[in-house]
């Protein structure tokens, strides 16, 4: 019963976003944290000034995943009022007007490195936008975004996901140096497929095979230094993989290798150099401060982070609350129990870089008054559905990770790992995908799971090292069905009520890719 009840729910809101005429995120995801709600309540009898403890941080975690989506829309809006998007399309058209290497530049290369520089759902953020704006279907470009981005994201933000993923573990170096081979060279194999089921969901198969090479050479020119790279580093595979991969697609690309020709929608004429510096400056701003602003050896990074308070204010029976000097605002001992949240105002990438981004380019571009004011409007009219459904999926999450062990989330991992038994190895990436579809987060999977793993792989005389990888390469590719991602996309895209058809179509590759990770882990097991 405890694994019904902490089942039932999921699937509940599975069906509901995923049946034919499906209920829109906001509703089925409020409607499902009420459900959890009460089943913590009433079934696992969890105290109810814990459970409102938690659904009021649920409530401040929020505004890191919507303030994220604001700054993203808002610099879309930049582009496309004040023509920098018009210019950057003709300059990607004069580069290549096939579209297979072109959503091969900017879909895989481009994201690969922007993922690598900052994660928090950064590369769908930029990248959807740019493929938009070339002529591509908003709904075609979300589900390539998805599941292009799920490669790169073990190493994302300077690779979080593995080294402090995992800090809990108690792991040594070597530990982590193993786990970072085997994570790069899972994915470096999935790397092979995963594009090319992206690719279908905007071309046909025979434009595939007619740019096959293109592809490959693209695809490889990111995950060969990825791999080589993560033989000595777990921080940098995916940045300095992705610049690199997108330096090479674009010369690849501009000397027609292994690509087919396209006739020129535009008049073929050369966009001048400044105009593109001009209209490609807010998109540089923003890699060069996400560059700056993680990578820790930089010291920028620690600044952002700086915990130490600098106010303290105490709530009563509220809680208390303080803002460091880094002003991270924390809410601790929310309702007089353990229960906090946390909002690092300057490290979210939404002031900074987007806003930021943003005030900078406005007299760049000499936007007018009416123009500013449309461009925040605009965005801001756009926010009121996905932060209702951010908020019902947090509370969601929230209520499924209380209990310690007897949390629903940990109930249903244990429940799995059981019913396999030693044929665990072919399907612990799947709980990896779990702690992404719940939490969003490549790294909060591997702090939920990465301890369960563990044990499982020192219980039945497994390789943890191998075991932690699949874990991490799970979280990887559960990033195509999370519901935070998909959220986000179609908000910055405009797309309304299609987060269950979405979620239907990127659980394919999704399983895909568990099925390469059950193969490798066979071959590498052995």
Known sequence: MPLFFSIAPIVLLIWMMTKRKGIPSYIALSLTAIIVYFIQLFWFEAQPILLNANTITALVSVFTPITIILGAILLNKLMQISGAEDVVRNWLENITPNPVAQLMIIGWAFAFMIEGASGFGTPA?????????????????ALLALVMNSVPVSFGAVGTPTWFGFANLGLTDDNFFEISKLTALIHFVAGFVIPLLALRFIVSWQEIRQNMLFIFLSVLSCTVPYLLLAQVNYEFPALVGGAIGLALSVLLARMGIGIKRYERKSSGQAVPFNKVVKAMMPTLLLIMILIITRIHQLGIKTLLNNAEANWQFNLGWLGDLS??????????????????????????????????????????????????????????????????????????????????????????????????????????????????????????????????????????????????????????????????????VCSILGIANAEGQIMKKTIIPMLVYGGIAAVMAIILAS
């Not at 953020?125 to 470009?141: H, T, Y």
């Open 323 to 488: 803002i460091s000097k880094s002003l991270i605002v924390s809410w601790q001992h929310v309702l007089g129990t353990s229960a906090s949240a946390s909002y690092k105002t300057l490290y979210v990438p939404a002031i900074i870089p987007f806003l930021l981004v943003v005030l900078v380019c406005i007299p760049l571009f000499r936007l007018n008054c009416h123009q500013v004011r449309q461009m925040f409007c605009e965005t801001v009219s756009r926010i009121f559905k996905p932060f209702i459904a951010l908020f019902g999926a947090l509370v969601m999450v929230n209520m499924m990770m209380l209990g310690n062990e007897n949390a629903p989330v940990i109930i249903i991992g244990k429940a799995l790992a059981t019913m396999t038994g030693e044929s665990w190895l072919l399907f612990s990436s799947f709980l990896g995908a779990l702690g992404s579809f719940f939490s969003g987060s490549n790294t909060v999977s591997n702090l939920t799971f990465g301890g369960i793993q563990h044990s499982i792989a020192l219980s039945n005389g497994m390789n943890v090292n191998l075991m932690l990888a699949l874990q991490s390469v799970g979280g990887a590719m559960g990033n195509m069905v999370c519901l935070n991602n998909i959220i986000a």
């Open 125 to 141: 953020a930029i990248a959807a936008p740019i493929l938009v704006g070339l002529g591509f279907n908003p709904l075609r470009v």
